[in-house]
């Protein structure tokens, strides 16, 4: 059975700093999703990695995948206050399905 | 360009009512989903559907029923509502393949 771990899962840290959070996953898969979820809103994809050594940037943020590991990592670097959200990582149960399991959310704060 | 909309927004309902709760997506995509979240589980797949007339289980259906009669709409019935159905529900939509899931505003269902 397919299980989806974060770390950390909680995550408060001063604006300007570098981190990362990672995704791991218990069976083979050549795909990983990642969401952010503010407060009280929705869930708004970040990152769709399609293959081993999949690297994806938008701003601050920076995705990557490792498949032979089973990791994938969201870099933040120099976190604005904007950044503080909770994220998701997602892996479809299979590798040509839309069935995803969630990670359980790292959720981030970002102090100024 | 509408996208995807869940209704209602809110809902309070009684323990044994049956509840309809609605989704409606104007992108034609093939795969739509609902999902709860529930503080400490994360978000767990009620059900999915392939296409108009195809829905599959996902991990928590118990208590819920689906149908798909039209690409665009995919109402989540919960038959006789209990308190542990209490939740946020979150509707979904894809394309086939490897693309991201996009995700409704959410309802907020209390069983009382």
């Known amino acids: 059975e397919l299980k989806v771990e974060q770390n950390p899962l909680f995550l408060s840290m001063q604006e300007g700093k570098n981190y990362t959070i990672y995704c791991n996953y218990s069976?083979?898969?050549?795909?990983l999703y990642w969401y952010r979820q503010d407060p009280g809103k929705s869930l708004e994809s970040l990152f769709v990695?399609?293959?081993?050594?999949a690297v994806k940037q938008e701003g601050r943020l920076m995705a990557s995948l490792d498949t032979k590991a089973r990791l994938s990592t969201l870099h933040i670097t120099a976190a604005v206050h904007d950044l503080s959200a909770t994220y998701f990582c997602?892996?479809?149960?299979?590798?040509?399905?839309?069935?995803?399991?969630f990670g359980p959310g790292t959720r981030l704060s970002v102090l100024p | 360009d509408a996208g995807i909309t869940q209704s209602p927004r809110y809902k309070i309902t009684e323990t044994g009512r049956q509840v309809t709760l609605m989704c409606h997506q104007t992108?034609?995509?093939?795969?739509m989903f609902w999902y709860r979240q529930d503080l400490g589980h994360g978000l767990r797949l009620i059900y999915y559907?392939?296409?108009?007339?195809?829905?599959d289980k996902g991990e928590v259906p118990d208590g819920y029923v689906v149908s798909r009669s039209k690409t665009e709409n995919f109402p989540l019935t919960l038959e006789s509502a209990t308190r542990s159905q209490t939740s946020v529900y979150f509707c979904?939509?894809?394309?086939?393949?490897?693309?991201?899931?996009?995700f409704g505003p959410g309802t907020r269902l209390l069983v009382l």
């Open positions: 979904a939509s894809s394309l086939a393949g490897q693309e991201t899931q996009y």
């Open positions: 069976t083979t898969s050549d795909r």
């Open positions: 990695l399609l293959s081993n050594g």
């Open positions: 559907s392939a296409a108009a007339d195809i829905t």
């Open positions: 992108w034609s995509h093939s795969y």
């Open positions: 997602a892996v479809p149960r299979d590798n040509y399905g839309q069935n995803f399991v």
